[in-house]
């Protein structure tokens, strides 16, 4: 069974630090783009960042460029999402998405739960 | 960057009846060389994760009931529903992934009437 699990999430001050991982198991991990999607409390989803399969190619939304780095270790199936300056406006629900293809530019057809960040004083 | 808009915030719909959900991006999602919209669509409903329906604007994901069905091309997208069922109750996106970064629409949420 395809499957994702968040964790890292949890209450940080502002300006702290979180990484967040995700592991993935029952597919070729390594063959596929990933991705981070958040979703603040009561809102919708707001893409993150996505990496490829090999961990080259990497890219951000905007309200995160320059404090946000994704990042994968192939050889333990395993996504991360290193967090700083965080402010809080980044308290959200943080999912991971496996996309349908190797590809950056693809759906997400398998999503973790989430793991919850909460930036608060 | 491109901007996702959907119509309408929210609607209700009978049960068996039709829901219509549409998506406007702010440039054309359609790539020329491969002739493909790079348009998704979302179902979430509360305390889950998305779940994807439709990829490439109208391909319909394994699983996902036939009732479902997504069009468009370019900037213009719908989403239809065409008879509402009662597990259908959720919010719906769009989503490109045409070029970085991959923005989401702002949801539709759909209830019965």
């Known amino acids: 069974e395809v499957q994702l699990l968040e964790s890292g999430g949890g209450l940080v001050q502002p300006g702290g630090s979180l990484r967040l991982s995700c592991v993935a198991s029952g597919f070729p991990f390594s063959t596929y783009a990933m991705n981070w999607v958040r979703q603040a409390p009561g809102k919708g989803l707001e893409w993150v960042s996505v990496i490829g399969g090999n961990g080259y190619n990497t890219y951000y939304g905007d309200s995160v460029k320059g404090r946000f780095t994704i990042s994968r270790d192939n050889s333990k199936n395993t996504l991360f999402l290193q967090m700083n300056s965080l402010r809080a406006e980044d308290t959200a629900i943080y999912f991971c998405?496996?996309?349908?293809?190797?590809?950056?530019?693809?759906?997400?057809?398998?999503w973790g739960q989430g793991t919850m960040v909460t930036v608060s004083s | 960057d491109i901007v996702m808009t959907q119509s309408p915030d929210s609607l209700a719909v009978s049960l068996g009846e039709m829901a219509t959900i549409n998506c406007k991006s702010s440039q054309s999602v359609l790539y020329s060389s491969n002739n493909k919209n790079y348009l998704a669509w979302y179902q979430q409903k509360p305390g889950q994760p998305p779940k994807l329906l439709i990829y490439w604007a109208s391909i319909r994901e394994s699983g996902v009931p036939d009732r479902f069905s997504g069009s468009g091309s370019g900037t213009d997208f719908t989403l239809t529903i065409s008879s509402l069922q009662a597990e259908d109750v959720a919010v719906y996106y769009c989503?490109?992934?045409?070029?970085?970064?991959?923005?989401f629409g702002p949801g539709t949420k759909v209830d019965i009437k």
């Open positions: 998405a496996k996309d349908v293809v190797g590809s950056i530019n693809a759906p997400s057809d398998v």
């Open positions: 989503q490109h992934y045409y070029s970085s970064p991959f923005t």
